[in-house]
C-alpha cells in the first residue's frame, strides 16, 4: 500500500490523491497536522530523498518561523522537520521500497 503524507489544502497533495485515484491504485493518506511524524521517520525520510529535497525553505512556516537567518546545516533542518512537521515539502509518498518527495507523475507512475 501506498502512503501519502501531507495536508488536504495543499494543491501538490491533492493532486498527487487524484492520481492515484485515477489510477485505481490503494493509498492511505496521512494528515500531518492530525497525525504529526515522528522523528525516526523524517529521518528515514530525509536518508532516502535527501534533506534538501524534503526540507521546504520556501514555503509559509519557513518565512514565518524566520529560519533564514539561522543558515541551518543538515542537521539544523532535520531538527526542525521534527519539531514542525510542516516544514516538510510535500507530498512524500511512502511505499514498502520506495519514498518519494514533490510532485514527479512520472516517478508516480513507476510505483503502480
Given at each position: 500500500?501506498?502512503?501519502i ?16 485515484k ?15 511524524i515522528?522523528?525516526e ?5 530525509a ?7 524534503l ?18 546545516d543538515?542537521?539544523?533542518?532535520l531538527q526542525?522537520?521534527c519539531?514542525?512537521n ?9 511505499t514498502?521500497t ?9 516517478l508516480?507512475?513507476?510505483l503502480?
Amino acid at each position: 500500500m501506498i502512503k501519502i503524507y501531507g495536508i488536504k489544502t495543499c494543491g501538490s497533495v491533492r493532486k498527487a490523491l487524484s492520481f492515484f485515484k485515477e489510477n485505481n491504485v490503494e493509498i492511505e493518506f496521512i494528515d500531518i497536522k492530525k497525525t504529526p511524524i515522528e522523528c525516526e521517520k523524517l529521518t528515514t525520510f530525509a536518508k532516502e530523498v535527501g534533506i534538501d529535497k524534503l526540507f521546504n525553505n520556501r514555503g509559509t512556516k519557513y518565512r514565518q518561523l524566520k529560519l533564514k537567518d539561522l543558515n541551518l546545516d543538515d542537521d539544523g533542518k532535520l531538527q526542525w522537520l521534527c519539531k514542525e512537521n510542516m516544514l516538510m515539502k510535500r507530498p512524500v509518498i511512502e511505499t514498502s521500497t520506495k519514498v518519494l518527495c514533490g510532485v514527479d507523475e512520472d516517478l508516480w507512475k513507476s510505483l503502480i
